[in-house]
Antibody, heavy 121, light 107 residues
Framework: EVQLVESGGGLVQPGGSLRLSCAAS????????MDWVRQAPGKGLEWVGR??????????EYAASVKGRFTISRDDSKNSLYLQMNSLKTEDTAVYYC????????????WGRGTLVTVSS | DIQLTQSPSFLSASVGDRVTITCRAS??????LAWYQQKPGKAPKLLIY???TLQSGVPSRFSGSASGTEFTLTISSLQPEDFATYYC?????????FGQGTRLEIK
């Protein structure tokens, strides 16, 4: 069974840092693009960023709202995706989901349950 | 950035109704359009990708179509479990963007 499980969320003060993890199982992790998506309370979905697969040199893309503050990395030996979040702002408060970019269109065919990040003083 | 505009933002319908949700892209995205369903407190679920391809395991009452920059999600006969929020998404170019969502509620 394909599964994604996020962890690492919590309460952090503005300006602080947090590292989220996403543990993958049930598929060949290194073959896949992986994404982070967030959802602020009561709001819609916002794409955060992407890690391409090994075949595409693990290159990354980011939304403008997080570029320079957030960094996506992965460890294929641990089947894990990470999101390092620095200089956090109150507007970064959201549930953060990891998702698998599958197929030729890299649509998000599998999602984790999400982890809540609250940025507040 | 490519903007996706969904309409309507809110839809009230009854079990058995046929409903259509529209997603308009601000520029051409070929078939790089997906649809997701999200229920409260849950992660989104992929319904349709490549504009019209039904994801494995999704009931056949869901269908997608495209005409230029206009995309539609149709539910042929609403079931109680279909009441949720629906999002379109474009994967044609970065940044990947989502529509604002369509909330489908029971009349």
């Amino acid at each position: 069974e394909v599964q994604l499980v996020e962890s690492g969320g919590g309460l952090v003060q503005p300006g602080g840092s947090l590292r989220l993890s996403c543990a993958a199982s049930g598929f060949t992790f290194s073959d896949h693009y992986m994404d982070w998506v967030r959802q602020a309370p009561g709001k819609g979905l916002e794409w955060v960023g992407r890690s391409r697969n090994k075949a595409n040199s693990y290159t990354t893309e980011y939304a403008a709202s997080v570029k320079g503050r957030f960094t996506i990395s992965r460890d294929d030996s641990k089947n894990s995706l990470y999101l390092q979040m620095n200089s956090l702002k109150t507007e970064d408060t959201a549930v953060y989901y990891c998702a698998r970019g599958g197929g030729d269109y890299r649509h998000f065919d599998c999602w984790g349950r999400g982890t809540l990040v609250t940025v507040s003083s | 950035d490519i903007q996706l505009t969904q309409s309507p933002s809110f839809l009230s319908a009854s079990v058995g109704d046929r409903v259509t949700i529209t997603c308009r892209a601000s520029q051409g995205i070929s078939s790089y359009l997906a649809w997701y369903q999200q229920k409260p407190g849950k992660a989104p679920k992929l319904l349709i990708y490549a504009a019209s391809t039904l994801q494995s395991g999704v009931p056949s009452r869901f269908s997608g179509s495209a005409s230029g920059t206009e995309f539609t999600l149709t539910i042929s006969s609403l079931q109680p479990e279909d009441f949720a929020t629906y999002y379109c998404q474009q994967l044609s170019s970065y940044p990947i963007t989502f529509g604002q969502g369509t909330r489908l509620e029971i009349k």
